[in-house]
């Protein structure tokens, strides 16, 4: 084992499938074992920390990677191409030699490293904390940052929702540098320009990682992980934030077309939540909101998520008359990653994805929760493969909301190798409907998307 290696090991973050790649690798008509569905016809997209230079293990955090995004293209049951690409940043382009990204900065800028989505005719690298969108051409090489047109006042989020009805983005975005008292509603347009912004005060910086929406509300986290003050102005590159449990609990209904003086906050059990699966309002007019949740988080485990609670499935219904949250638990299993359909975001629903987990966020088996029969099915990829967050891709030719297909990277580690996956939403006891091997390895990174050649068309023929 080498030098480098031998001090790698050191740091969970930076073992098995957690470590890093090196090379960015171009590969063409990728072997197909099953049959992709003729009517996916766009890119699979997956972004994730992965450090351009070896780390320090003893302070690298695994949200902290240099971003790198994992590109496979589909076409008329075809995998034309696999492409992976380092989100370029300053300090990217610097080490690689390469003329400086173009575009405004704001106060924070390093490489986007936590989402990649496709929005207003563009491909977007996604992170938090006070950074810049970074736009990407269909191939995925780094075009520039963008503020959308000069809309944007600071940085974005990693995880902006799309309502599917007007088809508007939406976001809860924070900024450690700068916003301490607030953070921002951003509401963009599909014309890719930031149609509304809503400061919202609150007591302290928490981290927001994730929102939620329903048909009239906003719903913001406000939770107690905070970012440290000694931390965060000595310089050091350790990541700033820690769990603050005298900061309390709470989460706020933001009404869409409201002012930030009509939020309803209702307080919730401490805990922390990075993701939500989904929301709507029920016929008496509550909120029904389901998501993954940590009973503390970033309190000894200074590197990552996994060394101090497990994700619990649980389902919060809120009532903005009363200000009472009930707080139930789904499955006693532990799942992350949650996803839903597009056209149901906002709306009732019947059915969420996510991935089972172990310990240390190992993932697993790619689930699916049916919440009418409280039935929860899982996909087994096999001994030592785990899958990454599925996507569901609704059937166009289907009519129920199951209809389609839960697609994702599964990491192989007897091969040490990746797969990109197609499972049949409908029944995930089946057989894959397709897996395509890969190239190159994929690392457990974090959020990624389907981007049809409908709404990013390809700059150039492949």
Known sequence: MTETAEAESANPYLQGNFARVTSEVTAFDLEVIGQIPESLDGRYLRNGGNPIVPPDPASSHWFMGTGMVHGVRLRGGRAEWYRNRWVRGDDVTELLGEPAVPGP???????????????????????????????????????????????????????????????????????????????????????GRVAKTVKVPLPGMTMIHDMALTENYAV?????????????????????????????????????????????????????????????EDSDGRVVLDLCRYDKMFERDKLGPAGDAQPMLDRWTIDPATRRVNEERVD???????????????????????????????????????????????????????????????????????????????????????????????????????????????PYGFHGNWVPDTAVAPLAPS
């Open 105 to 191: 900065t704001r106060q924070l800028d390093f490489s986007p490293n936590t989402s990649v989505i496709g929005f207003a005719g563009t491909t977007w690298a996604l992170v938090e904390g006070g950074v810049l969108p970074t736009e990407l051409d269909y191939e995925l090489s780094t075009v520039c940052r963008n503020d959308f047109s000069g809309t944007l006042p600071n940085g974005f989020t990693a995880h902006p929702k799309f309502d599917p009805v007007n088809g508007q983005m939406h976001a809860i975005c924070y900024a450690w540098q700068d916003l301490f008292d607030h953070v921002e509603y951003v509401v963009v347009d599909t014309d």
């Open 220 to 280: 913001i986290y406000d939770l107690p992980v905070t970012v440290d003050l000694e931390i965060a102005l000595s310089g050091e590159s350790s990541f700033p934030f820690r769990w603050d449990p005298d900061y309390g609990a709470r989460v706020g209904l933001l009404p869409r077309e409201g002012t930030a003086d009509e939020i309803v906050w209702c307080d919730v059990g401490l805990c922390y939540v990075f993701h939500s699966l989904n929301a709507y």
């Open 332 to 442: 006693d299993r532990f799942h992350e990653f949650p996803q839903v359909s597009a056209d149901r975001v906002g709306r009732d629903y019947r059915y969420g994805y996510t991935v089972s987990v172990g310990d240390g966020l190992i993932p697993g088996a790619s689930c699916k929760i049916d919440y009418r029969t409280g039935e929860i099915a899982y996909h087994d990829h096999g001994p030592g493969r785990g899958t990454g967050e599925g996507i569901f891709l609704a059937d166009p030719d289907g009519s129920a909301e199951d209809d389609g297909w839960l697609m994702s990277f599964v990491y192989d580690e007897a091969q040490h190798g990746s797969e990109l996956v197609i499972l049949d939403a409908r029944d995930l006891s089946r057989p894959p409907v397709a897996r395509v091997p890969l190239p190159q390895r994929v």
